[in-house]
């Protein structure tokens, strides 16, 4: 309740740190798409809470030992990115940008409606337990631990791929020069494919970490989707270093915030920082693009 | 070697191209010169696939080149510096390069064509690391001919490699053009500057307003009063 610098406090700082892991994961699929596609997945927070319910759905009624579900989860994901950019992105790529928010916004409903019929409203939980690591007078969960370390070496895995492989730098390239993709051999349309095959591979990652810590419900989406966008918004839509960045810093709003006050005191200032960056940086922190 | 039969382009309700046939021999340095909006870098997109002939045939060593998807056409060894560069210019020279040998031919060929490249041009080397956006407007245009080298091709189509140089650069850049050229590649040149470009073709086209006016070889067009007095001011 205090805003000392005691241990309660330095517990909230590190357990800020933990938890931009996870929305450092989450922003980066959202703009990796919206870097190469230059759309913005709105309905993004949704497919991860399709990913959420995938793993309590094969894991505890299909009875597939966690690792392998893991896998299956994330490849699931990764054919609804596809799915989506085949069947929603693709009709609208060359419409105006509040087109492609409205109709992706649509998704984004779509998806609830549909998990809330096909799952019910209950908050479901997966039940692992994964317990704590003391240090000192603090302590830590292993499952906040474990989300960091994965995301982490996800974010770099990604980052290699990016920079070592043709087809990483193709990508990194298109969102520099569309129009010339053609000239060096590449097709822009197998570019965009493996692009959101990858973003929703990224949100099937982030949904087999997530279900380690937070219950599942069809409006999960709305806690976390809001929270995600402003995070890339804030480094800077599309820059991938620039929304790492940001979310660790909105994470440290989040907990200090919530450390000193209470836990929607931290969302509060979170968003009221966010709101004052957007009136002085409007591109965001790390953005060079208007 | 590349062969165009009456082709036709245009930009929507805008033609830009009527009735182009020309031909490339192999070995070749062709020019084609032409006023500001003669459709010079039209044609150049209608070849490398970036802008669909509406009517016409164009073969690269008997390929049809409508036949087949605007990506592959890199893969006939057709390579294209687009006019103003059109570097990546947030990846680095290297990566620049990289982009060139995209194509799976290209990849087993990467480390032989970049040392071939650096060897062609020391600065691309020195500057590898370097944000293609940073460079020199020199530097540029030899990393967009360098990137074009990359994919291995027969022929380049270069589009204005001296626009927007300062003048001692443009002398440069003439320079390169004259060695590429004697590194034995077929060279398809479009430029504005029709005194220089005459010097180091062999054969030229005059485009008007989207018309083969006139063609020959260089060393008849450079004597050509008509074209002294409209595009060398002279």
């Known amino acids: 309740m205090s805003c000392q610098l005691d241990v309660f406090?330095?517990?909230?700082?590190?357990?800020?740190?933990?938890?931009a892991g996870l929305l450092a994961l989450l922003a980066l699929g959202l703009n990796l798409i919206f870097g190469v596609i230059d759309v913005v997945w709105i309905c993004y927070a949704e497919l991860v809470m399709i990913g959420m319910y995938a793993v309590f759905e094969i894991h505890k009624k299909l009875g597939v030992p966690l690792v392998l579900t893991f896998?299956?989860?994330i490849l699931l994901v990764a054919a609804a990115g596809v799915l989506l950019?085949?069947?929603?992105?693709?009709?609208?790529?060359?419409?105006?940008?509040?087109?492609?928010?409205?109709?992706?916004?649509?998704?984004?409903?779509f998806l609830q409606a549909a998990a809330t019929m096909a799952f019910g409203v209950e908050f479901q939980?997966?039940?692992?337990?994964?317990?704590?690591?003391?240090?000192?007078?603090?302590?830590?969960?292993?499952?906040?631990?474990?989300?960091?370390?994965?995301?982490?070496?996800?974010?770099?895995?990604?980052?290699?791929?990016?920079?070592?492989?043709?087809?990483g730098t193709a990508i990194r390239a298109i969102s520099q020069d569309r129009q010339i993709m053609p000239l060096m051999g590449v097709d822009s349309r197998k570019a965009y494919l493996v692009t959101s095959a990858i973003g929703g591979g990224l949100a099937g990652l982030a949904a087999c970490l997530m279900v380690l810590q937070y219950d599942i419900y069809p409006q999960i989406g709305l806690q976390f989707g809001p929270l995600v966008f402003m995070i890339c918004v804030l480094g800077g839509l599309g820059n991938m270093v620039g929304g790492f960045v940001a979310a660790f810093?909105?994470?440290?709003?989040?907990?200090?915030?919530?450390?000193?006050?209470?836990?929607e005191w931290g969302y509060a200032v979170a968003f009221l920082f966010f709101i004052i960056v957007m009136f002085i940086r409007p591109q965001g922190l790390f953005g060079d693009r208007t | 070697m590349l062969e165009l039969t009456n082709v036709s382009a245009g930009y929507g309700q805008f033609q830009a191209l009527f009735d182009i046939s020309m031909r490339?021999?192999?070995?070749?340095?062709?020019?084609?010169?032409?006023?500001?909006?003669?459709?010079?870098?039209?044609?150049?997109?209608?070849?490398?696939?970036?802008?669909?002939?509406?009517?016409?045939?164009?073969?690269?060593?008997?390929?049809?080149?409508?036949?087949?998807?605007?990506?592959?056409?890199?893969?006939?060894?057709?390579?294209?510096?687009?006019?103003s560069r059109r570097l990546f210019p947030s990846l680095s020279v290297e990566e620049n390069l990289k982009m060139g040998a995209f194509m799976k031919a290209a990849r087993p060929h990467f480390h032989e064509r970049l040392d071939h490249v650096y060897e062609l041009f020391p600065r691309l080397k020195e500057r590898r690391d370097q944000r293609a956006g940073t460079l020199s407007?020199?530097?540029?245009?030899?990393?967009?001919?360098?990137?074009?080298?990359?994919?291995?091709?027969?022929?380049?189509?270069?589009?204005?490699?001296?626009?927007?140089?300062?003048?001692?650069?443009?002398?440069?850049?003439?320079?390169?053009?004259?060695?590429?050229?004697?590194?034995?590649?077929?060279?398809?040149i479009v430029e504005q500057n029709v005194s220089q470009v005459l010097r180091i073709?062999?054969?030229?086209?005059?485009?008007?307003?989207?018309?083969?006016?006139?063609?020959?070889?260089?060393?008849?067009?450079?004597?050509?009063?008509?074209?002294?007095?409209a595009y060398m001011g002279l």
């Open chain 1, 85 to 109: 950019h085949w069947l929603v992105i693709r009709p609208v790529l060359d419409t105006p940008p509040i087109n492609q928010l409205l109709v992706t916004g649509g998704v984004l409903f």
């Open chain 2, 201 to 229: 073709a062999d054969r030229a086209y005059l485009l008007e307003v989207g018309r083969i006016e006139t063609s020959g070889t260089a060393a008849e067009l450079l004597g050509s009063d008509e074209i002294q007095k």
């Open chain 2, 24 to 83: 490339v021999e192999s070995g070749e340095t062709v020019a084609v010169i032409g006023a500001n909006g003669a459709g010079k870098t039209t044609l150049l997109r209608v070849i490398s696939g970036l802008l669909p002939a509406s009517h016409g045939r164009m073969t690269m060593e008997g390929t049809d080149l409508a036949a087949i998807a605007p990506h592959r056409i890199v893969e006939t060894g057709i390579a294209h510096v687009p006019e």
């Open chain 2, 137 to 188: 407007g020199g530097e540029q245009q030899m990393c967009a001919i360098g990137r074009a080298l990359m994919s291995g091709p027969r022929l380049i189509l270069l589009d204005e490699p001296s626009m927007g140089l300062a003048p001692v650069i443009v002398q440069q850049v003439f320079a390169l053009v004259r060695r590429i050229r004697a590194e034995g590649y077929t060279v398809l």
């Open chain 1, 71 to 73: 896998v299956l989860a």
């Open chain 1, 9 to 19: 406090f330095l517990e909230a700082i590190l357990n800020g740190l933990l938890f």
């Open chain 1, 125 to 167: 939980n997966l039940g692992v337990r994964m317990g704590s690591f003391p240090v000192g007078d603090m302590y830590f969960s292993m499952s906040r631990i474990v989300t960091f370390g994965v995301a982490l070496v996800a974010m770099i895995a990604l980052w290699q791929f990016l920079k070592r492989t043709y087809i």
């Open chain 1, 249 to 263: 810093i909105i994470a440290q709003f989040i907990t200090i915030g919530g450390a000193c006050f209470a836990t």
